[in-house]
Structures are given as C-alpha cells and as structure tokens.
C-alpha cells in the first residue's frame, strides 16, 4: 500500500520570502503521479502543482517549483516570494498511474501561516 | 465554467439516521471519487465511480454506499450515523485522473 508522509504539522513565512514544505512517500510502483494540492480556509482542494513521476524535470508552475527525488522518496514544495494569500494547508498527494481512475492518497498535511 | 458543486453544504443529523450527500461533476468529467476529511487530517478515499462503475473503495464500512448516475452525477448514502462520520465530505472529478482531480467545496456533516 501507497503512504504519503508530511513531518512539517505548521510552518510559517515572512511575505516575501521563501518556504519549503515536506513530503515523503513509500510505494513499489515505478509509474506514478504526485501532486500538491492547497485547501483555503474556505475547504475547497486547489491543485498546485503535478509531477509526473517518469519525468526527471521538476515542475515549476509561477512561484510554485517543487524537488523530486525519485530514489528517495521525496517530493517538496517550494513557494518563492510568499504572499498572504499563500496562507493554508497544503497536502501531499500521490496516485498511481495506468488507469484513467484511481485514488489519491493523501499525507496528514502542513499549514503554512504567511506573516506580513 | 462551473466547477464540481456538492449539496448540502452543512448537515446535521442524529446518531442512528441516514444521509445522501449529492455531487455534480464538471460537465465533460466521467470520473467521481468521494473522500471523507476529519478535522486536522487529510483526505481518505471512500469511493471512485468512472462511467458509472465503481472502481474503488476505501476501507469503509458497509454502511457507505455510492453510485453514479447518466448524467454522471453521484449520490454519497451513509446509513446508521455515528459520532466518528462527523467530517467533511469531499467529492472530486476528472476527465482523467492523470491530470489531476477538481473538488468540490464539500459538505459538513456534523453527527449529534
């Protein structure tokens, strides 16, 4: 069974500044998605940013850039120039691929504060 | 565009009673999945519909059930409510999984 892993329960920035969010994942599989999702205040999930997991290039959507290192298991988050607006918790996502379905799995979460 | 919409918004239901929680995909979605969010953790899987077939459970009891109708649209059943399905309810779309899924606001369902 796919686990998802975030050590980091809070993390707080400066606006402005730049923060990076943890993730870990153990699984067999060798083709596989992973993702960042935000959840606001207002509970809606928002997807931040897609790996694919056969990709070596690390995605970079605006401020938002992750680190992944396939052999270890790792996925991180960065946010550059960190804004109010960046405050919430954010969630580590994995999921299988090869199906047009299938689940996410989650990891426990990190909120992240931006102070002005 | 509308995004994945989920009604009710709010629940409050007594120990022992029923609840249908409802989801409408985004208009092209075929696939529905439902997670169950307790306060302060992530999201666990309970179901995945994809053209109106389940293609996934959860480790849930038999007391949640699912289906997905032509429209594509899909109905969350909780039967015999108890203190611990207290969460919020979150129903997810996708034309396909690989790109990623939209939700939707979800629904709070408090059990007293």
């Known amino acids: 069974a796919q686990t998802v892993t975030q050590s980091q329960p809070e993390m707080s920035v400066q606006e402005a500044e730049t923060v990076t969010l943890s993730c870990t994942y153990d699984?067999?599989?060798?083709?596989?998605?992973l993702f960042w999702y935000k959840q606001p205040p207002s509970r809606q999930m928002i997807l931040v940013i897609r790996?694919?997991?056969?990709?070596?290039q690390n995605a970079t959507e605006n401020r938002f850039s992750v680190n992944f290192q396939k052999a270890a298991k790792s996925f991180s988050l960065k946010i550059s120039d960190s804004q109010l607006g960046d405050a919430a918790m954010y969630f580590c996502?994995?999921?299988?691929?090869?199906?047009?379905?299938?689940?996410?799995?989650f990891g426990q979460g990190t909120i992240l504060t931006v102070h002005p | 565009d509308a995004g994945v919409t989920q009604s009710p918004t709010h629940l409050i239901k007594t120990r022992g009673q029923h609840v249908t929680l409802r989801c409408s995909p985004i208009?092209?979605?075929?696939?529905v999945s439902w997670y169950q969010q307790v306060l302060g953790q992530g999201p666990q899987f309970i179901f995945q519909?994809?053209?109106?077939?389940?293609?996934g459970r959860g480790n849930f009891p038999d007391r949640f059930s699912a289906r997905q109708f032509p429209n594509y649209s899909s109905e969350l059943n909780v039967n015999a409510l108890l203190l611990g399905d207290s969460a919020l309810y979150l129903c997810?779309?996708?034309?396909?999984?690989?790109?990623?899924?939209?939700f939707g606001s979800g629904t709070r369902l408090t059990v007293v």
């Open positions: 997810a779309s996708s034309v396909n999984g690989d790109h990623g899924y939209t």
């Open positions: 699984t067999s599989e060798s083709d596989y998605y």
């Open positions: 790996q694919e997991a056969y990709k070596q």
């Open positions: 208009s092209g979605h075929k696939s």
């Open positions: 519909y994809y053209e109106k077939e389940e293609r």
């Open positions: 996502a994995y999921r299988r691929r090869g199906t047009s379905y299938g689940k996410l799995t």
